[in-house]
């Protein structure tokens, strides 16, 4: 059974530091997201990595992806309050059509 | 472009009373479709996903179904609505490298 585990769960962080967030998962798989969801919203696809060693840049947000380690981060650099959310990462198991999603990591930039 | 819609957005239902929601998909066709809910402060759980009509795949025994009766068509349903069924329910739908999802509905069962 594929396990998709986040850590740290829950972050606080003060405006204009930098912190990562990790996800690691238990199968093998090329395809790994992250999502972003506000309280009460839906998810916002944020970032799609595809292949060992893509890394993603948007903003302050940087994702990578070891699928050898089964490993990806998203790495937030000078946060701002506008970044407090929750983020998902998910797993795409080839072959199944499934996502597998993470626990969460509930993000908040103290101002 | 490609849209989803789901709904509705909000719906409270005693307990033993019945449930059903609607997604569709506009802008493709053949589209895999999802299901997921999420408990309070929790992740996502997978409940039902559908590679084409009348394809339903079920990843959790559970008091709910689903359904695909058209190809953009995606419906959860229960018969009798328990008050752990109370969640914030998902449709998705898959491109060739994204799942892309709806707005949700927030279902509270008292």
């Known amino acids: 059974e594929l396990k998709v585990e986040q850590n740290p769960l829950f972050l606080s962080m003060q405006e204009g530091k930098n912190y990562t967030i990790y996800c690691n998962y238990s199968t093998t798989s090329d395809r790994l997201y992250w999502y972003r969801q506000d309280p009460g919203k839906s998810l916002e696809s944020l970032f799609v990595?595809?292949?060992?060693?893509a890394v993603k840049q948007e903003g302050r947000l940087m994702a990578s992806l070891d699928t050898k380690a089964r490993l990806s981060t998203l790495h937030i650099t000078a946060a701002v309050h506008d970044l407090s959310a929750t983020y998902f990462c998910a797993v795409y198991l080839s072959g199944t059509y499934k996502y597998i999603f993470g626990t969460g990591t509930r993000l908040k930039v103290l101002a | 472009s490609q849209t989803i819609h789901q709904w509705p957005a909000t719906l409270v239902q005693p307990v033993g009373s019945p449930l059903s929601l609607e997604c569709t998909v506009e802008g493709t066709s053949n589209p895999n479709l999802y299901w997921y809910r999420q408990a309070a402060g929790r992740g996502l759980q997978l409940l039902f996903y559908?590679?084409?009509?009348?394809?339903i795949s079920s990843e959790v025994p559970q008091n709910l179904s689903a359904s695909r009766p058209q190809d953009r068509q995606f419906i959860l349903s229960s018969k009798k609505l328990l008050l752990s069924d109370s969640g914030f329910y998902l449709c998705?739908?898959?491109?060739?490298?994204?799942?892309?999802f709806g707005q949700g509905t927030r279902l509270t069962v008292v």
């Open positions: 559908s590679v084409g009509i009348g394809q």
């Open positions: 990595l595809l292949s060992n060693g």
């Open positions: 998705a739908w898959r491109d060739n490298t994204e799942a892309f």
